[in-house]
């Protein structure tokens, strides 16, 4: 075994950026050693949820394929909605996890479905094969350029007033005026691979949750700043089983917990945040 002499030492110091202080052999093993390790925690990703595995309490209710999920914050209600023959299309569960009720009258083939509670009134849109719908501004014309889209399937908005639109079929997702429906921008730089299926913002607003479909993925993403589209950055991903299908989520609005509909397992699943990342509504 040959040792390095002190011009080959002070060669690879240099062409490693390291210090005047790692010229000797132990000393320059020490700091390749501190340089490493700083390097693979600056790359490794924050967990920023953990899978609530007792979330139902009985899973044995979700008898077809689950295809959406909402959640009432103000009443604790989680909705979804279900398809197959001869089963409840519409499933309620408590936050805790334990089955409330269940119903298929009226509902069909839901493929989205939304809580919009208030002190006053609880209300449910359910997004049904065949069902009607007032239009206040369209872009819809099949294509790849801006404001055209391929398999829109999935819309957001944030608190400054701008409307989130998941492109799957483009792989990207675009971001409208939500009062006049001007374009404001797009992203594509995250979803090379597969395009997203669902997004929704986090309760503090600092991040979007998005699936991708196909790649059965959950992607943390960083929310731009007000006035900005920017570029997208991945914070954080879930990767989840072969086939799970993450198809859409929903974001409860005062706990920060994520619920993924998943119509290759036929369930909905529930992630919890870890508090020293993604504060709850309100803190």
Not at 15 to 40: M, Q, W
Not at 55 to 62: M, R
Not at 180 to 209: H, Q
């Amino acid at each position: 075994m040959e040792v390095a002499g002190p011009g080959s030492l002070s060669s690879l110091s240099q062409s490693l950026h390291l210090g005047p202080d790692c010229l000797d052999p132990l000393s320059l093993k020490i700091c390749v050693l501190r340089n490493f390790t700083f390097a693979v925690s600056w790359r490794t990703e924050k967990i920023l949820y953990r899978l609530d595995v007792g979330w139902p309490k009985h899973p044995e209710y979700f008898t077809g394929t689950t295809f959406c999920v909402a959640v009432d914050s103000l009443n604790g209600l989680v909705y979804i909605g279900q398809r197959g023959d001869n089963i409840p299309k519409i499933l309620v569960f408590t936050e805790d996890g334990y089955f409330l009720r269940a119903w298929n009258y009226t509902v069909d083939t839901p493929h989205g479905i939304f809580a919009a509670s208030t002190l006053y009134e609880q209300s449910v849109w359910i997004t049904d094969v065949g069902s009607d719908f007032m239009i206040l501004w369209l872009h819809g014309e099949n294509g790849t350029g801006p404001a055209k889209f391929n398999i829109p399937h999935s819309v957001t908005l944030d608190s400054a007033g701008r409307v989130w639109v998941a492109d799957r079929g483009n792989k990207r997702i675009q971001v409208f005026d939500k009062d006049t429906g001007e374009w404001l921008g797009a992203w594509n730089n995250c979803f090379t691979e597969e395009g997203p299926s669902s997004v929704r913002f986090t309760p503090d607003g600092k991040y979007l949750i998005v699936a991708q479909l196909n790649l059965s993925r959950l992607s943390v993403v960083a929310a731009p700043p007000v006035g900005s589209i920017g570029e997208c950055s991945v914070i954080s991903t879930i990767q989840l089983a072969d086939q799970v299908l993450p198809h859409l989520l929903e974001v409860d609005r005062k706990t920060g917990a994520v619920y993924v509909a998943e119509i290759g397992a036929k369930q909905v699943q529930k992630y919890v945040p870890l508090n020293s990342y993604v504060p709850s509504f309100g803190s």
